[in-house]
């Protein structure tokens, strides 16, 4: 086959040596055979480009907002359905999807880079919060008259349930608090860094619990203020022993409730909740 394909070279090409016509040949040869299939690129894309109009034309940020509303109304029906004596047309009207949409995005316009977390407040709390932004508005009015200086975006994404408060009850809980951190330098660089002591339940207990550490020898608000973190790395871990003293291999968590306020509590390993529902990421 090789000596015919010569000889139909070397007849089209009379002046071509027999060399020179074989790797004619050669060359025809490939470029006659089909070209492997190209491979497709992957394109890579980040999670930035992908919530921001990316080739690929998913909008997270959108989905997001969807799941969110579809979680609010959810828990708005679950409501209505259990709700004794029944909502009126009104009432119902009020905590359909659009009026849950608009209200988000109210809500947003108040705290510009404020996002909704469902896992710190219940749904239905939410539900009730963006649909009445007017009284969101009235209590912010009134943590902005009381901390002038804290980040209100920063603390309410981090501890939204200050929100649930009237603004009264706010304004009585910074008298409160101010009270508690009178001798501190920026008693609210000390609320920006745990916005859980906002509360003044939890900020005395904290303050109660320091001076148990400290035995009193060192002055709380000064343990705060040099290491407003120390409440939540705290944490005392010894081997749990059994009744002849051996080791269980199990370890004992010596806990700080931020909620119920509760220290000295037992937390074993594989316990993801304290006992009064917190989860163990607020417990110190």
Known sequence: MAFTSTCLWTHQLPNVSLARAEQFHRQWMRGNQPSPTPRPRRRLLSCGSASSGSPSGIDWNARRRKRIMEDLHEACQRRARLAKPPLTPEQNQRYDLKQLESGIERLELLLPGFSINIEQLS???????????????????????????????????????????????????????????????????????????????ILASVIITINKWYQLERDPIEVLENDPDIVRRAQVKEKERDVWGRETGETKVTVFCLTCCETGCRVLPGKRWHRCGTPLRLLV
Do not use: S
């Open 123 to 201: 749904a239905l709390q939410w539900a009730d919060l963006v649909t009445d932004t007017n009284g969101v508005a009235a209590k912010l009015v009134a943590l902005k008259g009381c901390y002038p200086n804290l980040d209100l975006v920063d603390l309410l994404q981090k501890y939204p349930k200050v929100l649930t408060l009237e603004p009264q009850e706010l304004r009585e809980n910074a008298y409160k608090v101010m009270e508690l951190l009178q001798g501190a330098k920026n008693p609210e660089a000390i609320i920006q860094a745990v916005p859980e002591l906002i509360t003044p339940k």
